[in-house]
């Protein structure tokens, strides 16, 4: 009786002597854990506010090149003294086809002699018409090789005017500065000055999408109620694609129709 109570008592006096971890050093444990949790959600935002600068801040000011126009051209005062507004130096030919920026030809009707005491006159006589050198502008619209673009059924036929895509230019008194991208050689005006293509005005960019706004509400649509109605243009648009023969294109349709699609704007 005596020895199991012996071993009993052996037994309770090892178990006393087995440490035990005190609450304090898991509570331990336990912060350290949240501290290094805590440390890498502070590295990731860090990381995302960093590339969020990087891509929407420093990046644009990196990819276009800032230039000058070669001549300091005043719209305002043109449109002021010029009759004719606009159209008298951007025109459309006999053809049909529009003049686009005025040749050194055209300016020369007023500009044999040095007109006025401005500086940018004197140097636009000097340097390009005593030489006969073309003034080599650079074009805020200038599009890819493959995109035709006619100005005559936009201008003539649609009634646009120069403000929906081109903004108030006749209102400047001189040209902006023209923003190339360094990998393109295009104008920042194509893409947009916002990087994540959101624009608030129809000439803040000149990208498909934007003609795809217009020309979308014009494709298979003959009335007001059907413009209305998106389901039912929708419906046809998919019944054209899938039954391209079958589709009867009225006049009114636009680049979404089987006169040339694509090869209408793109040669």
């Not at 529009?98 to 401005?118: M, Q, R």
């Not at 089987?258 to 704007?265: H, I, L, V």
């Amino acid at each position: 009786m005596s020895t199991a109570q012996d071993k009993l008592n052996q037994d309770a006096a090892e178990q006393s002597q087995q440490p035990i971890e005190s609450p304090t050093e898991q509570d331990n444990e336990d912060k350290k854990g949240n501290g290094a949790g805590s440390a890498i959600l502070l590295f990731f935002i860090l990381g995302f506010i960093a590339s969020l600068i990087m891509g929407w801040v420093i990046f644009p000011k990196v990819l276009y090149s800032r230039k000058k126009q070669p001549i300091n051209y005043n719209h305002a005062l043109h449109i002021e003294l010029v009759d004719g507004s606009c159209e008298n130096c951007h025109y459309f030919r006999q053809d049909g086809s529009f003049s686009g920026i005025p040749k050194l030809a055209d300016c020369l009707e007023c500009h044999e002699e040095i007109n006025g005491v401005s500086p940018e006159e004197e140097k636009f006589f000097t340097q390009y018409v005593t030489t006969g050198r073309e003034v080599p502008w650079l074009i805020y619209s200038k599009q890819p090789p493959n995109v035709f673009f006619s100005h005559a059924p936009h201008v003539k036929m649609a009634k646009l005017g120069c403000v929906t895509c081109h903004g108030p230019i006749g209102e400047s008194t001189e040209p902006k500065i023209y923003e190339e991208n360094r990998l393109t050689g295009y104008s920042r005006d194509i893409w947009g000055r916002n990087i994540a293509g959101i624009k608030r005005n129809t000439w803040d960019r000149m990208k498909m999408n934007d003609c795809e706004e217009c020309h979308q509400r014009m494709a298979y649509t003959e009335t007001v109620a059907e413009i209305q109605q998106p389901l039912i243009r929708h419906l046809k648009e998919m019944v054209a694609v899938v039954f391209p023969n079958a589709a009867q294109t009225k006049k009114g349709s636009s680049v979404q129709t089987g006169k040339g699609a694509c090869f209408r704007c793109h040669k």
